[in-house]
T-cell receptor, first 113, second 111 residues
Framework: DGGITQSPKYLFRKEGQNVTLSCEQN?????MYWYRQDPGQGLRLIYY???????QKGDIAEGYSVSREKKESFPLTVTSAQKNPTAFYLC????????????FGQGTRLTVV | EDQVTQSPEALRLQEGESSSLNCSYT??????LFWYRQDPGKGPEFLFT???AGEEKEKERLKATLTKKESFLHITAPKPEDSATYLC????????????FGAGTRLFVKA
């Protein structure tokens, strides 16, 4: 089945540590996105990538980094510079171009302990 | 600045009690307005895309409509399995492929 797979589902991080969230898709989509979701707020865009080896900062990129070495993969690293990393992280993909809907993974819930 | 506001924040219905969810938006040149459904602890699931004022789309008990300033998601005779958070999002002519999401409406349908 085609889809987007995020792992792990739950992640616990100690303060000062970097952690990497995985996102893989087999939909042959060019564009991929990372969003952060906090209670009572809309999804906020962290980073997006329209093609391999290229990515752009979203609205809240500080403290995060990404790479896009393969079309299928778009991992997100939450660095120790992110002041408040506890949140629900969602990865999405879409076909290239505007006005296209996004397909989401099942999310990773990150908790700082 | 593109903006999306959804109301109400939460809506409680009895099974079979029809109602509507509102999505008000401000965008520079609408490319598309999207509705998603999100179950607790899951990723959003795509429902509809609307492109221009006057457009309507239906899926089972759901019907989405669009005007120049807002969109409505009408739920006819809801069932408990319709309970979820419904997200509205817009994509405008500025900002490349950025999509702006509203905070969502949490729908509870009681049997």
């Amino acid at each position: 089945d085609g889809g987007i797979t995020q792992s792990p589902k739950y992640l616990f991080r100690k303060e000062g540590q970097n952690v990497t969230l995985s996102c893989e898709q087999n939909l042959n989509h060019d564009a991929m996105y990372w969003y952060r979701q906090d209670p009572g707020q809309g999804l906020r865009l962290i980073y997006y990538s329209q093609i391999v080896n290229d990515f752009q900062k979203g609205d809240i990129a500080e403290g995060y980094s990404v790479s896009r070495e393969k079309k299928e993969s778009f991992p997100l690293t939450v660095t120790s510079a992110q002041k408040n990393p506890t949140a629900f992280y969602l990865c999405a993909s879409s076909t290239q171009g505007a006005s296209t809907e996004a397909f989401f993974g099942q999310g990773t819930r990150l908790t700082v302990v | 600045e593109d903006q999306v506001t959804q109301s109400p924040e939460a809506l409680r219905l009895q099974e079979g009690e029809s109602s509507s969810l509102n999505c008000s938006y401000t965008v520079s040149g609408l490319r598309g307005l999207f509705w998603y459904r999100q179950d607790p602890g899951k990723g959003p699931e795509f429902l509809f895309t609307l492109y221009s004022a006057g457009e309507e789309k239906e899926k089972e008990r759901l019907k989405a409509t669009l005007t120049k300033k807002e969109s409505f998601l009408h739920i006819t005779a809801p069932k408990p399995e319709d309970s979820a958070t419904y997200l509205c999002a817009v994509q405008g002519n500025t900002g490349g492929f950025k999509t702006i999401f509203g905070a969502g409406t949490r729908l509870f349908v009681k049997a």
